[in-house]
């Protein structure tokens, strides 16, 4: 189903729900301005991830990397959060229990004032060390240094303090997302492609686990035949329903 319309075996399981998971990805910033990676117009399609977004590519030529995510962070920065990212921050108050998994290192959901946020790939908004991992400010380090990568005290290079292809996840966070995505009985998957693993992994895990599991998307994923309800709408129109009313908008 693509619409927003939601029915009402559904709507008793979002009024019925004690644990919600909220999984957020690239479409959800779409409507601050922020680019996606796939898809129209997506970061991906204009640029090789292989280049960009790996330790491989940070040693060949660290200051391409670094002058990416500054671009990144400049954009990010003058972003502001839009009625989807506010809306999941009221999400925090309609459960007994509520978890933000995010895909995305932009912080808008903080911003809004998500809090807890669990940031799977990471931050964009902090710098660390690759040699002894001390961080700072992203914005100090780009200010200080805005064509290269700042040197660290102990003879290293500052990167963004985000998951790059072919690295691990911080193990607390990822377990952390995966323990909450086994116990929820609501799931809302929002603005992901729902292709990156381990990630998109965690829909499973709430299917497993019986969650009532909706999708928001204007376009389909790979997911989308397997959900309960796929709301083909864009982030800021399609979040804002409050999942505890019985109408669809409000
Ligand atoms: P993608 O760019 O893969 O997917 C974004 C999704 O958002 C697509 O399915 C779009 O259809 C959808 N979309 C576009 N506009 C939307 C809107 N207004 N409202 C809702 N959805 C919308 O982004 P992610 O799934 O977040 O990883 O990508 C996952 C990971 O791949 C990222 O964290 C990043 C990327 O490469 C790393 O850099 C490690």
Sequence with gaps: ?????IPEPIRERCRSARRAVVFSGAGVSRESGLDTF??????WERMRPEELATPEAFRADPGKVWRWYAWRWKTAAGAQPNPAHYALVRWETLF???????????GLHARAGSRG????HGTLLTARCHRCGRQRDMGEA???SPEKPPACDCGGLFRPAVVWFG???DPEVLSQAQEEAARCDLFLSVGTSSTVYPAAGLIELAQRAGACVIEVNPEPTPFSRRMDLCLGA???VAVPFSPRRSRAAG
């Design 142 to 144: 780009i200010a200080a």
């Design 234 to 236: 864009p982030a800021g």
């Design 167 to 169: 690295e691990n996840l």
């Design 1 to 5: 189903m693509e619409t927003l319309e």
């Design 96 to 106: 007994p229990a509520f978890h933000l998994i995010t895909q995305n290192v932009d």
């Design 117 to 120: 946020v669990l940031e799977l």
């Design 38 to 43: 796939r898809g129209a117009g997506g970061l």
